[in-house]
């Protein structure tokens, strides 16, 4: 069975603080891939990253950042100087190569302070 | 260009009635998904459509009816509306598996509240 777990509920920072949202999967697939989705208040799901399996190689984008560690099934998402702006829910979720669908986690919501 | 468009955004409606939400991509894919996001934010797929055929309906009530009439339209259909099927309700569509471009690309959602 595929499950993504989001251990973090709710997350409270000032702005300028690092963040790092956790994502643990679990999958018996050797082919899959991973993805984290920010939700702002306006509701909508925005794609922030795509990951597969076969490529651990950590990514930067701007301030996000995204560590992928097989040996530990995680796929963490670190916001550094983080600002109001990144106030949302972040979803992180998997696809496998048997099952065509995202399994979601249930969101961790980040509240940025000014 | 909306890649995905959903409409309505807003649908409030009785217990009771039928209601339909309609989806449509101009991206090309072949495979259409309806999400189910509940209060409590989570979210989890309802079906999925290949080229206009079923291939996911994951034990949804048989109240909830997708219907696709070409690979670029996925509506979904409910049939005598209950409380408990207020909710944001996303439609989806995407590349195929393992393709470079390979993604999901969703609609901006459609809430529904049952009165």
């Known amino acids: 069975a595929q499950k993504v777990t989001q251990a973090q509920t709710e997350i409270s920072v000032v702005e300028k603080e690092d963040v790092t949202l956790d994502c643990v999967y679990e999958?018996?697939?050797?082919?899959?891939?991973l993805f984290w989705y920010k939700q702002p208040p306006s509701g909508e799901l925005v794609f922030l990253i795509r990951?597969?399996?076969?490529?651990?190689q950590n990514e930067i984008s701007g301030r996000y950042s995204w560590n992928f560690q097989k040996s530990t099934s995680s796929f963490n998402f670190t916001i550094t100087a983080s600002q109001v702006v990144d106030s949302a829910v972040y979803f992180c979720a998997l696809s496998t190569h048997n099952t065509d669908k995202l399994i979601f986690g249930t969101g961790t919501r980040l509240q940025v302070f000014p | 260009d909306t890649a995905v468009s959903q409409t309505p955004k807003y649908l409030v409606t009785q217990m009771g009635n039928d209601k339909s939400i309609k989806c449509e991509q101009n991206?090309?894919?072949?495979?259409m998904y309806w999400y189910k996001q509940d209060s409590k934010k989570f979210l989890k797929i309802m079906f999925s459509y290949n080229n206009k055929e079923l291939i996911i309906n994951e034990t949804v009530p048989n109240r909830f009816s997708p219907k696709s009439p070409d690979k670029a339209h996925l509506n979904l259909h409910i049939n005598s509306l209950e409380l408990g099927d207020s909710a944001v309700y996303f439609c989806?569509?995407?590349?195929?598996?393992?393709?470079?471009?390979?993604?999901?690309?969703f609609g901006s959602g459609t809430r529904l509240t049952v009165v």
């Open positions: 990951r597969n399996s076969f490529d651990e």
């Open positions: 999958t018996r697939d050797t082919t899959y891939y």
């Open positions: 989806a569509s995407s590349h195929p598996f393992m393709g470079a471009n390979y993604g999901y690309t």
């Open positions: 991206l090309g894919h072949d495979t």
